[in-house]
């Protein structure tokens, strides 16, 4: 504030604008982003443009991260149940008449093409966490029956249209934000022996390529050229990175071309490749760090809706790196998840962005809403 005139100046203006980031967390999502572009522009070289958009996605997912700081969590309250309610009537959209694109009814085109499935891995756990604080102190066995209910519709349909990869990773954010606001351990114990005798019924109601998939990942070599190449190529750059890895740029399996998505899905072979065993355990202490993190602030925060919401999206990043790096690696059936801030997309970057951005908003607020 200017001594004499008594208004502010311009830093005092801006700096509410600007000092909205967790410095701890900021840091940890910048080394996995210059990562990911390290290792990115190796496996982009026969991709033109594909490097020039990536850095846009880079850019888009830091300005994200920014404006979800600066909306404070009474707000994202507020929003929930209208983010819910218009994610799922987009979901019923794309089952009515959505865009079909290999084989894959995901996306609709309300004026610009969008893929409603995203919306709800951050409308969903917003919306099962401000349902929670709406009961707290009456949380009841009837609380979690409807949670369920509001879970099971949109999972159900993008199940349906179908996208196993999304559908899980939106059920696993639903999921965590039941399991954080206090669901028994009899009852997990139930759903999961519950969950054990469907699998029969289940497979018969999988589809085709679903299945294939399965018995892709129970023996790769039955159809090596075919359904097993990916996991098969993927593993065989994996091993040959060893302890150091080949190089930076140096990678054989990317370079002549034998990994598939070599920059989308299945980054994580061209940088394990590359960078071996020692680069790995970085990559996965750098996620540690960041889910660590994220549960740090969701355990320091004043609400019910910031605990739950914050302890969900932290866990929704170990899904993302679990499920990639498991499914790369051959020990998970293969299901199109990205590795977070590593894999080429500007969709999942937007999901991230908002995610890591939201836990800086509850971070940043947690005084002012003690007080």
Sequence with gaps: MHPLSGKKNLWATVKPYLTVFDGTL???????????????????????????????NIVLALLLIWF????????????????????????????????????????????FVIQPSEIMKIALPMMLAWWFQRREGTISWQEFAVAGVLLAIPAALIIRQPDLGT???????????????????????????AFAAMLPFAWHALHDYQRHRIMTLIDP?????????????????????????KGWMNGTQGHLQFIPERSTDFIFAVYSEEFGLIGNIVLMVLYLLLIGRGLLIAANAPTLFSRLLAGALSLMFFTYAFVNMGMVSGILPVVGVPLP???YGGTAFVTLGLGIGILMSIYRHRKLMQT
Excluded: C
Aim: net charge positive; glycine share 12%; no cysteine.
């Design 167 to 193: 559908g899980m990773l939106v059920t696993a954010a639903g999921f965590y934000v039941i399991f954080l606001a206090g669901l028994s351990w009899r009852v997990l114990i139930g759903l999961a022996v």
């Design 26 to 56: 900021l840091l940890i999502v910048a080394l996995i982003l210059l990562t990911s572009t390290i290792v990115m522009f190796s496996a982009s070289a026969e991709f033109p443009g594909r490097m020039e958009a990536h850095l846009r």
């Design 221 to 245: 070599s039955s159809d090596p050229l075919g359904k097993g190449f990916h996991i098969i190529q993927s593993t065989i750059a994996i091993g040959s990175g060893g302890i150091t890895g």
């Design 68 to 111: 979800a700081a600066l909306v404070p969590p009474q707000m994202l309250m507020r929003l929930a149940l209208p983010a819910y309610v218009i994610g799922v009537a987009l979901l019923v959209g794309v089952a009515l008449f959505g865009i079909v694109k290999l084989g894959a009814r995901r996306w609709i085109n309300i004026g």
């Design 341 to 343: 801030f590593m894999s």
